[in-house]
DNA sequence: TGACATACTGTGTGATACATGGTATATGTA
DNA sequence: TACATATACCATGTATCACACAGTATGTCA
């Protein structure tokens, strides 16, 4: 059915909660979301991201309020100091993780 | 219940399978992989393991053979040529998340 | 003998990416 | 005005996976 197979779509499990982490230094609502990771070669679905937020929220790490009640509804997200710890905490993992990865491909091509 | 919350759980997905790809150029049995790895400060959890090697030979990135039938049994997995172009393509995925991450944490940092 | 390490397996459970389908407003265009 | 398309979000369902829990069986060492 998808060209992605499953082994590719695992990768992005850990890393977009990631992302959302740093991006949302500035409040931004989902739609922007998408639309601002995909002009940079990132592809999330809307129904991967939205869940992602509010359990982020729910959590602690993001905090939300909704924008022009009259309009088209916004709902902006902004992350909390829970939230930087959070971040501070999965790049670390992520950095432990490319220097484990960057040791064994040394050894896989030499 | 377990220090790592479901956020931090998360990294792992994409990750293990990737660093299982490139540490199986070698052969080598489940329980090694496991102390391997610890050695290297990753934890795998043998219960996440042992299932993801068999799926890994499932869609033939991995081939395996049962060594020594008589003793203790041991079961070697290696890294097929559908496993390397596998790991190539999670490499590469592994590296434009690094880029996108590293973009953001400069924006966030400065 | 018995404790502990080694080596693997089977069956849950909970969480999550993504699919499907839907609501509602805004905007462009014929 | 009519209608398509973009914007913006949500609810429900399914498949998959990390990890928990529990078990089998052999090897090793005091």
Do not use: C
Request: hydrophobic share 40%; no cysteine.
């Amino acid at each position: 059915m998808s060209e992605v197979h499953n082994f590719e779509k695992e990768m992005n499990r850990g890393f977009i909660q990631l992302v959302v982490l740093l991006l949302l230094e500035k409040p931004m609502y989902g739609y922007m979301i998408v639309r601002v990771l995909e002009q940079n070669g990132v592809v999330v679905d809307e129904n991967t991201l939205y869940p992602l937020l509010r359990r982020l929220e729910e959590k602690g790490a993001l905090s939300s309020r909704w924008d022009a009640p009259e309009a088209k509804a916004r709902k902006y997200y902004q992350v909390t100091d829970q939230g930087r710890a959070l971040r501070g905490s999965l790049l670390e993992i992520w950095q432990q993780q490319g220097k484990a990865i960057e040791a064994l491909r040394q050894e896989v091509e030499s």
